[in-house]
Protein backbone atom coordinates (compact mmCIF):
# COMPACT_ATOMS: atom_id res chain seq x y z
CA UNK A 1 0.00 0.00 0.00
CA UNK A 2 1.38 3.37 -0.63
CA UNK A 3 1.78 5.95 1.45
CA UNK A 4 1.41 9.79 0.74
CA UNK A 5 2.00 12.90 2.34
CA UNK A 6 0.99 16.12 0.96
CA UNK A 7 2.71 19.39 1.57
CA UNK A 8 2.98 23.31 0.41
CA UNK A 9 -0.80 24.40 1.61
CA UNK A 10 -0.64 28.15 2.54
CA UNK A 11 -2.28 31.24 2.39
CA UNK A 12 -1.83 33.16 -0.34
CA UNK A 13 -2.95 35.77 -2.47
CA UNK A 14 -5.68 35.73 -5.13
CA UNK A 15 -3.04 36.03 -8.72
CA UNK A 16 -0.21 34.03 -6.77
CA UNK A 17 1.49 30.59 -7.80
CA UNK A 18 1.84 27.49 -4.72
CA UNK A 19 3.25 24.36 -5.83
CA UNK A 20 1.78 21.52 -3.70
CA UNK A 21 4.24 17.98 -2.94
CA UNK A 22 2.63 14.37 -2.53
CA UNK A 23 5.76 12.59 -1.22
CA UNK A 24 5.29 8.94 -1.54
CA UNK A 25 6.75 6.46 0.65
CA UNK A 26 7.54 2.57 0.22
CA UNK A 27 7.08 1.98 -3.40
CA UNK A 28 8.49 3.85 -6.16
CA UNK A 29 6.62 6.62 -7.67
CA UNK A 30 7.14 6.08 -11.12
CA UNK A 31 5.12 2.79 -11.15
CA UNK A 32 1.48 4.37 -10.03
CA UNK A 33 -0.87 7.02 -11.12
CA UNK A 34 -0.71 9.59 -8.43
CA UNK A 35 -3.30 12.49 -8.62
CA UNK A 36 -4.68 15.46 -6.92
CA UNK A 37 -8.43 16.17 -5.55
CA UNK A 38 -9.90 18.92 -3.23
CA UNK A 39 -12.67 19.46 -1.19
CA UNK A 40 -13.59 23.17 -0.53
CA UNK A 41 -16.07 23.70 2.87
CA UNK A 42 -19.77 22.51 2.00
CA UNK A 43 -18.96 21.67 -1.57
CA UNK A 44 -18.13 17.78 -3.04
CA UNK A 45 -14.89 16.77 -3.42
CA UNK A 46 -13.74 16.76 -7.06
CA UNK A 47 -10.65 15.65 -8.95
CA UNK A 48 -8.12 18.14 -10.02
CA UNK A 49 -5.80 16.39 -11.59
CA UNK A 50 -4.03 13.14 -12.27
CA UNK A 51 -0.91 11.25 -14.00
CA UNK A 52 -0.57 8.18 -14.72
CA UNK A 53 2.86 5.70 -14.35
CA UNK A 54 5.80 6.15 -16.11
CA UNK A 55 5.44 2.89 -17.98
CA UNK A 56 1.64 4.09 -19.71
CA UNK A 57 2.86 6.39 -22.20
CA UNK A 58 -0.28 6.10 -23.93
CA UNK A 59 -2.04 7.55 -20.71
CA UNK A 60 -2.32 10.90 -20.33
CA UNK A 61 -3.11 13.52 -17.63
CA UNK A 62 -6.23 14.13 -16.63
CA UNK A 63 -6.87 18.01 -15.68
CA UNK A 64 -10.19 19.44 -14.49
CA UNK A 65 -11.49 21.61 -17.18
CA UNK A 66 -11.74 24.56 -15.02
CA UNK A 67 -8.36 24.70 -14.01
CA UNK A 68 -6.49 23.47 -17.33
CA UNK A 69 -3.61 25.96 -18.99
CA UNK A 70 -3.04 27.22 -14.57
CA UNK A 71 -2.30 24.06 -13.02
CA UNK A 72 0.79 21.54 -14.00
CA UNK A 73 1.15 18.27 -12.59
CA UNK A 74 4.50 16.84 -12.53
CA UNK A 75 6.51 13.58 -11.38
CA UNK A 76 9.85 13.31 -9.77
CA UNK A 77 11.02 10.54 -10.37
CA UNK A 78 14.28 10.74 -7.87
CA UNK A 79 12.61 12.01 -4.82
CA UNK A 80 8.85 10.14 -5.65
CA UNK A 81 7.25 13.22 -5.39
CA UNK A 82 4.39 14.36 -7.74
CA UNK A 83 3.86 18.38 -7.74
CA UNK A 84 0.62 20.51 -8.50
CA UNK A 85 2.13 23.47 -9.93
CA UNK A 86 -0.52 26.04 -9.51
CA UNK A 87 -0.51 29.76 -10.61
CA UNK A 88 -3.09 32.86 -11.29
CA UNK A 89 -4.84 31.57 -8.02
CA UNK A 90 -8.43 32.65 -7.03
CA UNK A 91 -10.42 32.41 -3.89
CA UNK A 92 -12.23 29.75 -5.62
CA UNK A 93 -8.98 27.24 -5.25
CA UNK A 94 -9.40 27.51 -1.38
CA UNK A 95 -9.67 23.73 -0.41
CA UNK A 96 -8.22 21.20 0.93
CA UNK A 97 -5.94 19.57 -1.39
CA UNK A 98 -5.18 15.38 -0.78
CA UNK A 99 -3.32 13.20 -3.47
CA UNK A 100 -4.92 9.88 -4.22
CA UNK A 101 -2.53 7.15 -5.76
CA UNK A 102 -2.67 3.98 -6.95
CA UNK A 103 -2.09 1.02 -9.86
CA UNK A 104 -4.93 2.56 -12.39
CA UNK A 105 -5.04 4.84 -15.35
CA UNK A 106 -5.02 8.39 -14.29
CA UNK A 107 -8.32 9.07 -15.57
CA UNK A 108 -9.72 6.38 -13.86
CA UNK A 109 -7.95 7.20 -10.62
CA UNK A 110 -9.37 10.62 -10.97
CA UNK A 111 -12.89 10.06 -11.70
CA UNK A 112 -13.15 7.21 -9.95
CA UNK A 113 -11.18 7.28 -6.98
CA UNK A 114 -9.65 4.37 -5.08
CA UNK A 115 -6.14 3.54 -4.10
CA UNK A 116 -4.40 4.75 -1.43
CA UNK A 117 -4.92 9.02 0.22
CA UNK A 118 -3.16 11.59 1.75
CA UNK A 119 -4.05 13.56 4.78
CA UNK A 120 -4.43 16.84 2.57
CA UNK A 121 -3.04 19.88 2.74
CA UNK A 122 -5.31 23.33 3.66
CA UNK A 123 -4.65 25.65 0.30
CA UNK A 124 -6.37 29.62 1.31
CA UNK A 125 -6.47 31.86 -1.30
CA UNK A 126 -7.10 35.67 -0.06
CA UNK A 127 -9.16 38.33 -2.12
Known amino acids: QLRLVESGGALVQAGRSLRLSCSVA????????IGWVRQAPGKEREAVSC???????????YYKDSIKGRFTISRDNANNTVYLQRTRLHPDDTAVYSC?????????????????WGQGTQVTVSS
Open 26 to 33: GRSVEHYA
Open 100 to 116: PGGPRPATALCILGGGS
Open 51 to 61: RGAKAATSDSP
